[in-house]
């Protein structure tokens, strides 16, 4: 049985695809570790250590061959497996990420959306079926749904999660803002944006306090 790679190797993996995606799109064939460092705001050493997770190695006169990274980033992460996703709310954000993901993965298609309000109709300009949540259970017994994405309140995550979880679901991406308890073999992805926020602002202020002691040291010199 293979060894899971860390979740912070698989994010990289992922936005290498991305960048490397873009650079053949524009006919590039190889690329070396030190560009595509570069690319991405990491090291190269970084990079390449990434890159050994991949059956193909790279040379030091050509660098690594793009599509074949590609390739193989793609097999590594699952994308030649099928593997359907169901959103749960369809407020704002959940219409969000709907239009955003509009048949943009086509190996993992968003098949079905759900939300307790009754009022809300399918949408054309969506890329799924809305259900009401009463319906949760002979949606999921038409369908094989793997990943499920949390749009919800606070208050109704955990008891959706004790529901889907029995029917098959293996990952769930988590916009809403509490912990959720699951077993072992379901993996949890939290994105709360209010803390990425936060942690910007930080860095935003301490970066400002660094240029203003700075451009105070530039000052006494400078008398």
């Given amino acids: 049985m293979q060894s899971l790679i860390p979740d912070k190797t698989i994010e990289r993996l992922s936005l290498y695809r991305r960048l490397l995606t873009y650079e053949s799109a524009c006919g590039r064939e190889n ?3 030190h560009e595509l460092a570069r ?3 990491l090291s190269a050493v970084q990079v390449r250590r990434d890159l050994m997770f991949l059956e193909h190695s790279g040379s030091p006169k050509s660098g690594y061959r793009v599509k074949e990274i590609i390739n193989q980033i793609s097999d590594l992460l ?9 959103i749960f709310g369809v407020g704002n954000l959940g219409k ?6 509009g048949g943009k993965m086509q190996d993992l298609p968003i098949v079905a959306a759900f939300d307790k309000n009754e009022e809300i109709k399918f949408n054309s300009n969506l890329i799924c079926p809305i259900y009401h949540t009463s319906k949760i259970k002979d949606v999921f017994e038409k369908n094989n749904i793997e990943i499920v994405i949390l749009a919800v309140p606070e208050n109704e995550a ?3 999660v004790d529901l889907i979880v029995p029917m098959g679901v293996r990952a769930i991406v988590n916009f809403a803002h509490i912990p959720l308890k699951v077993s072992p073999h379901v993996f949890v992805e939290n994105i709360d944006i209010m803390l990425t926020i936060e942690k910007a602002a930080y860095f935003s202020l301490q970066n400002g306090n660094q240029l203003r002691e700075l451009n105070e040291l530039c000052r006494e010199n400078s008398l």
């Fill in 39 to 41: 690319f991405a705001n």
């Fill in 78 to 86: 699952g994308k030649s497996k099928r593997q359907e996703v169901a």
């Fill in 31 to 33: 690329i070396y570790s």
């Fill in 158 to 160: 955990q008891p959706i």
């Fill in 96 to 101: 969000a990420i709907l239009s955003y993901f």
